[in-house]
């Protein structure tokens, strides 16, 4: 039973446009949402995170969006930059314990000059 | 200044065989973990351990035992390898409580089995 998705495996966006990347989960006792991003040889790094509370966090080039009722949260990266290019991870926990995150299976995205 | 660091970042073996990964953070964190990465890109929690006690064991062969001298160290063994212990395995850590949720992950270990 998979509890995060990530249905899209790769996007490729041109430099300067908006990227989204979309994520979904079943389990409603989630609460705790997290964006990681991996470059290829290192380990995730953490991105951006949001709380149920809220519906919208912020930070810089990076906003993350969450729809509680459809279970739906996205990233959105503006100016999409080639830099940004790596496999994001969408993570959601129900505890405050990091280590019962449970991890969508990634987006392979391509910023393309 | 790496965070969180693992050796070896590769390893090549044999079935049979009998080895371990290292991994140090540097971060004060009172929290580690260990997850492995398969083929279809799944990051799956295996262990976690909290002040060097035991607090996540997922469903995973007892062949594997992870390790935790101290706070800052979580080094997993893996005895009698199989061809499906290949994958990469990443050691992670975290401060519990508060809004310490994110992890920071160590670069990898590339274990082939053959």
């Known amino acids: 039973d998979q509890q995060v998705k990530q249905n899209s495996p790769s996007l490729s966006v041109q430099e300067g446009r908006i990227s989204i990347l979309n994520c979904d989960y079943t389990?409603?006792?989630?609460?705790?949402f997290l964006w990681y991003k991996k470059y290829p040889a290192e380990g995730p790094t953490f991105l951006i995170s949001i709380s149920s509370i809220k519906d919208k966090n912020e930070d810089g080039r990076f906003t993350v969006f969450l729809n509680k009722s459809a279970k739906h949260l996205s990233l959105h990266i503006v100016p999409s930059q080639p830099g940004d290019s790596a496999v994001y991870f969408c993570?959601?926990?129900?505890?405050?314990?990091?280590?019962?995150?449970?991890f969508g299976d990634g987006t392979t995205l391509t910023v393309k000059p | 200044d790496t965070a969180v660091s693992q050796t070896p970042k590769y390893l090549v073996t044999q079935m049979g065989n009998d080895k371990s990964i290292k991994c140090e953070q540097n971060l004060g964190h009172d929290t580690m973990y260990w997850y492995k990465q398969d083929s279809k890109k799944f990051l799956k929690i295996m262990f976690s351990y909290n002040n060097k006690e035991l607090i996540i064991n997922e469903t995973v062969p007892n062949r594997f035992s992870p390790k935790s001298p101290d706070k800052a160290h979580l080094n997993l063994h893996i005895n009698s390898l199989e061809l499906g212990d290949s994958a990469v395995y990443f050691c992670a850590s975290s401060l519990t409580g508060g809004a310490f949720y994110e992890q920071y992950f160590g670069p990898g270990t590339r274990l082939t089995v053959t």
């Open positions: 993570a959601a926990s129900a505890d405050t314990n990091a280590g019962k995150s449970t």
């Open positions: 389990n409603s006792m989630f609460d705790y």
